[in-house]
């Protein structure tokens, strides 16, 4: 299989939902440590929905499904209400990174897992020995209605808006589960930092 295959499909594998004892002893424990950090560690330092004073204008974080916590950047931006709207039907195209989430803060040094951010074809080519053409730095159009798409993504994406920022945070079973996929290990947290180019 290409190079690129691989990765696109590494991206777009579905949620599988495993066995119950395996999510009794881990997923809760993964919800604590990335609520952790996006209340203490995270820059700025963000409030949940239900904590957010009237007017305050505060960044917060909110919780999608049991285990997909998104923050909008963006959410502020006066202009915000005139952005066109992600809906379960919509397709989606984005820009993004994708990284294993180690509960601390995600920088520019911080080396994505995936991406297709034209900003970092450079760093992959030259610096890592990416092979070229082996990933598209186009952006990604996503289909919500039917589409192959991690549920932590695809449940962040409902209530974005077009030209919105947006960083999520997921626990395993919203990304790849309990099983080693390529580079990502086994039972790992997902974060995703991306924009909406475009919504139809």
């Known amino acids: 299989m290409p190079m690129r295959r691989l990765h696109i499909l590494l991206f777009l594998l579905p949620l599988v939902f495993w066995g119950c004892t395996e999510e009794d002893e881990i997923l809760p424990d993964q919800q604590k ?4 950090f996006l209340t203490s560690g995270h820059t700025p ?8 004073e009237e007017d305050a204008r505060q960044p917060f974080y909110v919780l999608r499904g049991n285990s997909s916590y998104r923050y909008i950047e963006s959410y502020y931006n006066p202009d915000r209400k005139n952005w066109k709207e992600v809906g379960p039907s919509s397709k ?3 820009t993004f990174r994708a990284y294993v989430f180690a509960y601390t803060g995600i920088t520019d040094r911080t080396i994505p897992y995936f991406t297709n951010d034209p900003e970092l074809e450079k760093f992959f080519y030259e610096e890592q020995g990416l092979t070229p053409g082996a990933w598209s730095f186009e952006p990604l159009t996503l289909d919500l209605a039917g589409g192959r798409i991690l549920e932590g993504l695809r449940i962040a994406l409902e209530g974005c808006r077009e030209n919105d920022q947006v960083e999520v945070y997921m626990t395993y079973n919203m990304a790849y589960g309990e099983d080693d996929f390529s580079i990502v290990p086994k039972e790992s947290p997902v974060a995703i930092f991306f924009t909406v180019n475009k919504v139809e």
Not at 33 to 36: G, Y
Request: hydrophobic share 45%; charged share 25%; proline share 0%.
């Open 33 to 36: 440590r990335i609520v952790q």
């Open 92 to 94: 989606v195209s984005i």
């Open 45 to 52: 330092r963000l409030v949940s929905e239900q904590d957010l």
